[in-house]
């Protein structure tokens, strides 16, 4: 019986641990690296001079069961000459939770070129979103080892929250800041043991593309900083790519790393006490033929305490239509692409 409890709180305690890893509404990895900077910052819906459409699978760790997977559909457009309008759509799975929404986004750009050819423009976009978030604990063994914190059955609950940002994008260089979750949330069907009210999350976002002389290249390094404000969690991604121009578009590829700036202390002999700090490494490929993209990223976990080194897999399928608005004459993929 002891032994059985036992089982039961490891089981409560790694319940809680997804939900508090788990990111609320949608997660941040590594598609904006793949042309899909409005599924981070709200003011970029609209800022390119094509309508984008893109579709996002993502799934790790294809040995462990009810791994986490992440799909998103997304579409933002330009309507008339300074509004942005978007709509982004989710799932969320991470072992026994699990979170679907969406969210709709209104943009305003402020052009500050004469000329027209010159990108000089500042944006300001904001999202409203509804999450449905759930809890399975239906195959838990309630009745021979009951727990106060477990219910043994599938609880959900639905909230709004609300998301604002900033771009500037200026020729070559380019600054996003964004802060996610803006609304106090407490969810009943979490104890405020395990969970605070405040989920703000803190974004900013900056990169230059270098074009190379006389050649078809383009390179662009860019970091993104991300902070959860009770926590004070933070990491910092750190990222390189190249663009290469085609007859028939561009071929893009690069590597990310990101690393965490706070460690998780553990022991492996009871003991002693060690910290290790999140790694990851992700390389991405792409690539734009017309109208449509692809690109493919994979991330890896090179730490010494790791669930398994399978890592994660994301596939992105793009469409750009509705083009209104002429090229810059400037090195900036995310706006003339």
């Given at each position: 019986?002891?032994?059985?409890?036992?089982?039961?709180?490891?089981?409560?305690?790694?319940?809680?641990?997804?939900?508090?890893?788990?990111?609320?509404?949608?997660?941040?990895?590594?598609?904006?690296?793949?042309?899909?900077?409005?599924?981070?910052?709200?003011?970029?819906?609209?800022?390119?001079?094509?309508?984008?459409?893109?579709?996002?699978?993502?799934?790790?760790?294809?040995?462990?069961?009810?791994?986490p997977?992440?799909?998103?559909?997304?579409?933002?457009?330009?309507?008339?000459?300074?509004?942005?309008?978007?709509?982004?759509?989710?799932?969320?799975?991470?072992?026994?939770?699990?979170?679907?929404?969406?969210?709709?986004?209104?943009?305003?750009?402020?052009?500050?070129?004469?000329?027209?050819?010159t990108?000089?423009?500042?944006?300001f976009?904001?999202?409203v979103?509804?999450?449905q978030?759930?809890l399975?604990?239906?195959?838990?063994?309630?009745?021979?080892?009951?727990?106060?914190?477990?219910?043994?059955?599938?609880?959900?609950?639905t909230?709004?929250?609300?998301?604002?940002?900033?771009s500037?994008?200026?020729?070559?260089?380019?600054?996003?800041?964004?802060?996610?979750?803006?609304?106090?949330?407490?969810?009943?069907?979490?104890?405020?043991?395990?969970?605070?009210?405040?989920?703000?999350?803190?974004?900013?976002?900056?990169?230059?593309?270098?074009?190379?002389?006389?050649?078809?290249?383009t390179?662009?390094?860019?970091?993104?900083?991300?902070?959860?404000?009770?926590?004070?969690?933070?990491?910092v991604?750190?990222?390189?790519?190249?663009?290469?121009?085609?007859?028939?578009?561009?071929?893009?590829?690069?590597?990310?790393?990101?690393?965490?700036?706070?460690?998780?202390?553990?022991?492996?002999?009871?003991?002693?006490?060690?910290?290790?700090?999140?790694?990851?490494?992700?390389?991405?490929?792409?690539?734009?033929?017309?109208?449509?993209?692809?690109?493919?990223?994979?991330?890896?976990?090179?730490?010494?305490?790791?669930?398994?080194?399978?890592?994660?897999?994301?596939?992105?399928l793009?469409?750009?239509?509705?083009?209104?608005?002429?090229?810059?004459?400037?090195?900036c993929?995310?706006?003339?692409?």
């Amino acid at each position: 019986m002891k032994i059985n409890k036992i089982i039961l709180v490891l089981l409560a305690i790694i319940s809680f641990s997804w939900i508090n890893a788990q990111e609320r509404g949608l997660p941040i990895y590594k598609d904006y690296l793949t042309d899909n900077w409005y599924l981070l910052h709200p003011s970029m819906a609209g800022a390119s001079n094509y309508d984008k459409l893109r579709i996002t699978g993502r799934q790790a760790w294809f040995d462990v069961d009810d791994a986490p997977n992440l799909q998103t559909a997304s579409v933002n457009v330009r309507a008339g000459d300074k509004v942005g309008l978007g709509a982004i759509f989710f799932n969320d799975e991470n072992g026994r939770f699990s979170q679907t929404g969406g969210y709709l986004t209104f943009a305003y750009h402020l052009s500050f070129s004469r000329s027209g050819k010159t990108l000089n423009q500042l944006s300001f976009g904001a999202s409203v979103g509804i999450i449905q978030e759930s809890l399975d604990e239906t195959d838990i063994d309630v009745i021979n080892n009951p727990d106060p914190i477990i219910s043994g059955t599938e609880q959900s609950e639905t909230f709004f929250n609300a998301d604002i940002g900033a771009s500037y994008n200026y020729q070559d260089f380019f600054i996003h800041g964004t802060v996610k979750n803006i609304i106090p949330q407490d969810r009943e069907i979490f104890t405020e043991v395990f969970e605070t009210d405040n989920q703000r999350q803190y974004l900013l976002s900056t990169g230059y593309s270098f074009y190379i002389p006389n050649s078809k290249w383009t390179i662009q390094p860019s970091a993104m900083f991300q902070l959860k404000e009770f926590t004070e969690e933070s990491n910092v991604d750190i990222n390189g790519k190249a663009f290469y121009d085609t007859d028939f578009g561009q071929v893009w590829g690069g590597l990310s790393y990101r690393r965490s700036l706070d460690g998780a202390e553990f022991t492996s002999d009871g003991v002693s006490v060690d910290s290790q700090k999140l790694n990851t490494i992700s390389p991405f490929l792409g690539i734009t033929i017309n109208n449509f993209v692809f690109a493919y990223t994979y991330t890896y976990q090179p730490d010494d305490i790791v669930l398994t080194n399978s890592g994660f897999h994301q596939l992105t399928l793009g469409y750009n239509f509705g083009k209104r608005r002429s090229r810059y004459q400037c090195n900036c993929p995310a706006v003339n692409y």
